[in-house]
Each structure stands twice: as structure tokens, then as C-alpha cells.
């Protein structure tokens, strides 16, 4: 069956950089995601990687991507307070309309 | 644009009350989606539609629940008779095309006692 797992809590420093990873089952997943939650909104897409991609780098974000290990990580650099939220992997075994989503990481930032 | 919109933010019913939840998805949104939140299952989809009809809803618990999408800016989902185990955070989304990202709103909050 479809389970994307992810550690449930991660703590940083203001400026340390987070990393939050993922592991996935399905390998047709034709794109992998990460979504944000801050307390009381709904998810807001942060970024997403090709599955025949590596890495993607969008200003603080970076995410890899080891397909072999059905592995996807999520590094935020420079982490800062407003970072403080729970972050959310995706897959799309079956297109883009059926994400399974992770467990979800809350990660705290503190000053 | 205002986004994807849901009401109400909370709702607390007695059970075997009747709820409906709803949702004005982004204007030019093809695809629209339910999921429901709670802290044992993650984020569920329960059902989506493509230009107001309904593609899959393999996710919906039971006959309790339904889903409409009378026209392309307005949807409901509608539990009867509500159960303490409703209890969750329901979320609506909307996407463009078939291979553009989720747009979620901020959810509607289910308690029921």
C-alpha cells in the first residue's frame, strides 16, 4: 500500500538550516511535493521536484531527491522563526490528483 | 484573488445532527477536492470533481457522507447523521489544469459531541 513516512518533530536555531526528510513507496510518482502548514490555514505549496531530477534549489529551499532510495529531503537554509510550521510531503502514484501526503514534520524554530 | 473559501471556520453539532461543509473554489479552477484532516489519519482525499462532476470518491468513509458541485463555484459536503468520529479539520482545494499544483483554504474545524 501507498505510506509516506517523516519524522514527526524537528528543533532548529534561528539561522541554523532544517532538514526534513521523507521516504515514499510508489516509484511512478511522476512529481514528489512539499507543502507548509502554519496553525489554523490549510497547505501551501512550497516547492516540488521532477522525479528524473536530483535537486532543485529555490532560494532558501533545497530539495534532493534519491530515487534509488525512495528518499526526498527538504533543507531549508538560514531557518527563521516564521519557518516554524508542519511540513508535508507528497507523492502522486496514481497524477497529481491523488497526493498521498506524509505524517507531516512540525518543525520549531527557536531565537 | 481571494483564494479558496470555506465556511464556516469551526462548526460544533450534536450527533445525528445533519452538517454541511462549503467551498467556493478559485475562479477558472477546473478540479476541486475534499480532504479531511485528524491527527490518527494524516490528510485523507475523500473526493474530487473535474468541471463539477465527481471523477473519484473511493475516499469517502460511508453513505453518511456527500458531495456536490452544483455549479463551477460553489460545493458542499454533507455528512447525515453526524458521529463523534467526524471530528476533524475538512479542507477544500482547487486546481487549475490536471497537472497544476493544489490551492487549499484554511478549513473548516468539525467537532462533534
Known amino acids: 500500500g501507498e505510506d509516506v513516512e517523516q519524522s514527526l518533530f524537528l528543533s532548529v536555531r534561528e539561522g541554523d538550516s532544517s532538514v526534513i526528510n521523507c521516504t515514499y513507496t510508489d516509484s511512478s510518482s511522476t512529481y514528489l511535493y512539499w507543502y507548509k502548514q502554519e496553525p489554523g490555514a490549510g497547505l501551501q505549496l512550497l516547492t516540488y521536484i521532477f522525479s528524473n531530477m536530483d535537486m532543485k534549489q529555490d532560494q532558501r529551499l533545497t530539495v534532493l531527491l534519491n530515487k534509488k532510495d525512495k528518499h526526498l529531503s527538504l533543507r531549508i537554509a538560514d531557518t527563521q522563526t516564521g519557518d516554524s510550521a508542519i511540513y508535508f510531503c507528497a507523492e502522486s502514484p496514481e497524477g497529481f490528483q491523488k497526493l498521498v501526503f506524509g505524517t507531516g514534520t512540525r518543525l520549531l524554530v527557536s531565537p | 484573488d481571494a483564494g479558496v473559501i470555506q465556511s464556516p471556520r469551526h462548526e460544533v453539532t450534536e450527533m445525528g445532527q445533519e452538517v454541511t461543509l462549503r467551498c467556493k473554489p478559485i475562479s477558472g479552477h477546473d478540479y476541486l477536492f475534499w480532504y479531511r484532516q485528524t491527527m490518527m489519519r494524516g490528510l485523507e482525499l475523500l473526493i474530487y470533481?473535474?468541471?463539477?462532476?465527481?471523477?473519484?470518491d473511493s475516499g469517502m468513509p460511508e453513505d453518511r457522507f456527500s458531495a456536490k458541485m452544483p455549479n463551477a463555484s460553489f460545493s458542499t459536503l454533507k455528512i447525515q447523521p453526524s458521529e463523534p468520529r467526524d471530528s476533524a479539520v475538512y479542507f477544500c482545494a482547487s486546481s487549475r489544469t490536471g497537472d497544476s499544483p493544489l490551492h487549499f483554504g484554511n478549513g473548516t474545524r468539525l467537532t462533534v459531541t
Open positions: 470533481f473535474n468541471n463539477n462532476v465527481p471523477i473519484d
